[in-house]
């Protein structure tokens, strides 16, 4: 997959795609049918299968002070991005000049001139150019004006209602992650390096790998069943565990992050990539009277886990 950040700068492969264009957060359901609509579009053409999104998101971009929002990092949309075939991921840098070109600009400057895209899938939602003052229907305009195709996809819905990055917001913040997944098509994943934590773990039987969720959306505080994938490194390969997402009460801690216990697992992690899949929500976080009763929890929690993933 090649990656392109500027439509200024582009060498002539990166041309001629038929591209799904949106921020794509979580890749969920609904992204993946509109990038679906595209592979179909671009096969009748001919053309290679892209997909156009921005970083920094536009909505921190503009309010940067605004409480973490993401399902994932541009890495971990990339990757996923990947597993679906797409062949070039037009991540493009969302700068002040972009953020202030017109609709019609943004039809000729970017998609027409800058990549020559030959068509362009959208939701019925799209809003594009300064101020959002373009609609899906104005990008349809433009395509006959400029010479390119466009595709209006539909919004999904699923037993959960419509099928939305905020939906899946939602139901993560309520402690839902299997409704999320039924919303995302797999299972929600946060991506990140193995940091060097406090080792209070490791004393009392259960060593953690140590992850910031600095930027992401945190998922509602507490323990988890996962799946964990261990993507390099002598240990690569796939896991089950538990985890905690939150502040560790019980250590006065003050900074969100996630600690993974790998069930069968022996060696160094630090400063590898790893992927945690949130399976189930076991309990919230808590304190407890004591390291013996914290431990006893933990034993209970693990042995949940442990049934509840054996089940999949």
């Known amino acids: 997959m090649r990656i392109i950040r500027d439509y200024n700068y582009t060498e002539p492969e990166d041309r001629g795609a038929s591209v799904a264009i949106g921020n794509f957060d979580g890749v969920h359901l609904g992204h993946q049918a509109v990038i679906d609509m595209a592979r179909v579009a671009g096969a009748k053409i001919d053309a290679p299968l892209g997909v156009m999104t921005f970083e920094p998101h536009p909505r921190k971009f503009f309010a940067p002070d605004s409480a973490p929002f993401r399902l994932m990092s541009a890495e971990a949309r990339a990757s996923r991005l990947e597993k679906l075939g797409i062949e070039r991921l037009y991540e493009l840098n969302f700068s002040a000049t972009l953020s202030a070109l017109s609709p019609k600009e943004f039809a000729r400057d970017v998609i027409c001139e800058g990549l020559g895209l030959r068509h362009i899938v959208v939701g019925a939602d799209f809003c594009f150019g300064k101020g959002r003052a373009g609609s899906a229907h104005d990008l349809v305009n433009f395509g006959k004006e400029l010479g390119f195709g466009v595709t209006i996809a539909e919004l999904i819905a699923g037993d959960e209602g419509e099928v939305s990055s905020t939906a899946i917001r939602n139901a993560l913040g309520e402690g839902r992650p299997r409704d999320a997944a039924s919303m995302l098509g797999h299972w929600h994943r946060m991506e990140g390096i193995i940091v060097g934590g406090e080792q209070r773990g490791r004393t009392l039987g259960y060593p953690t790998a140590n992850m910031s969720i600095e930027g992401l959306h945190p998922p509602k505080f507490g323990v988890y069943a996962v799946l964990v994938d261990v993507l390099d490194g002598p240990h690569a390969g796939h896991y089950h565990g538990a985890a905690s997402i939150g502040t560790r009460p019980m250590f006065n801690g003050e900074v969100p992050n996630l600690e993974t216990f790998l069930f069968d697992f022996s060696g160094d992690l630090y400063g590898t990539h790893m992927s945690v899949a949130l399976v189930d ?27 509840i993933l054996s089940a999949l």
Not at 281 to 294: M, V
Request: hydrophobic share 35%; glycine share 4%.
């Open 281 to 307: 929500y076991l309990r919230p976080e808590e304190t407890f009277d004591g390291l013996e009763a914290f431990v006893a929890q933990m034993d209970d929690d693990c042995a949940r886990a442990r049934r």
